[in-house]
């Protein structure tokens, strides 16, 4: 709906203030919506439809699921990453786990699916 709202402001001839009312208007939805996306999917289900793609879950350093509170973390951590200009990712290549700081925030690990199986026993 932003996005709409957008480009109609963009067909007419808006002014100066109508262009910066809508930037800091569409701004928090967009946050907003980014935060509820990744805390709903990876605190229902671990995954977001690209981890899906690639094969991918978060879990918690024990490997239980990350849980509602956990995923919310893990999207702050990701915005102070975002505010460090990426700074945040560096301990992905240094660390064993890949955890960058959204997952130190967090207390979460991103694990390949065919880890999640337990042994099988024979």
Do not use: N
């Not at 709906?1 to 009312?21: C, T």
């Not at 208007?25 to 899906?52: D, E, F, N, R, S």
């Amino acid at each position: 709906m932003w996005l709409a709202i957008g480009l109609l402001l963009l067909r007419s001839e808006p002014d100066v203030l109508d262009l910066a009312l809508v930037t800091l208007a569409m701004l928090p939805l967009g946050i907003a919506l980014h935060v509820v996306y990744h805390t709903v999917l990876v605190g229902g289900c671990g995954q977001t439809l690209g981890k899906m793609l690639a094969g991918v879950a978060v879990v918690r350093r024990d490997g239980a699921p990350a849980g509602y509170g956990r995923a919310l973390l893990r999207c702050v951590g990701g915005g102070l990453s975002l505010l460090t200009f990426g700074l945040g990712q560096l301990p992905m290549l240094v660390t064993r786990e890949r955890r960058g700081l959204s997952d130190l925030v967090a207390g979460t690990r991103p694990v390949a699916i065919g880890s999640l199986a337990p042994a099988r026993r024979e």
